[in-house]
């Protein structure tokens, strides 16, 4: 894994503490998640214990520990899709796709993410399916957008 992420090291010369964030972003922003290997690898090259830097890691809703599906379904529990029964939604989610948020389906085909916005709160409940929005979505509804997404599935 070291060479695979030497050139993001290399970047960040000085191995300085507040060179953390920047290199975790680098990293996921080259393979979609952070590789087990990789965090270990900046725990060691930054001198910051391994639990430091999954901490620091965790606290930020961003980064990912394993590769989101070909279908990445962030849904929003801001205020205004909350009183509109976002909640439901994302429990209805986690029992359709047999996950919870923050995880990817074994196959690889849906991952789940609970985001504090969409911005489309006159719109709630929201969610967004690859950069797709689907609103004011109820939870009838879900089965169909998921088969949906699973005939496209096929097609890749």
Same mark, same amino acid.
């Given at each position: 894994m070291r060479k695979k992420i030497a050139h993001f090291l290399d970047r960040f010369p000085n191995k300085l503490r507040e060179d953390l964030i920047p290199l975790l972003s680098d990293i996921q922003a080259e393979f979609g998640y952070l590789p087990q290997d990789a965090i270990v690898e900046v725990?060691?090259?930054?001198s910051i214990s391994l639990n430091k *830097?999954?901490?620091v890691a965790t606290f930020y809703d961003t980064f990912w520990f394993s590769p989101k599906g070909k279908f990445? #379904?962030?849904v929003c529990?801001?205020?205004a899709c909350k009183i509109e029964n976002s909640t =439901? *939604?994302?429990s209805e989610l986690e029992?359709? =796709?047999?996950i919870n948020a923050g995880h990817t389906d074994s196959e690889g085909n849906f991952s789940l993410e609970i *985001?504090?916005? =969409?911005?489309?709160?006159a719109q709630a409940p929201v969610m967004e399916i690859n950069q797709e929005f689907h609103i004011r #979505?109820? #939870?009838?509804?879900?089965?169909? #957008? =998921?088969?949906?997404?699973?005939a496209k599935a096929e097609m890749i």
């Open positions: 725990s060691n090259y930054l *830097v999954y901490g990445h #379904i962030k529990n801001g205020t =439901l *939604v994302i029992k359709q =796709l047999k *985001v504090s916005c =969409l911005g489309g709160c #979505i109820k #939870i009838q509804e879900l089965k169909f #957008i =998921l088969a949906q997404c699973n």
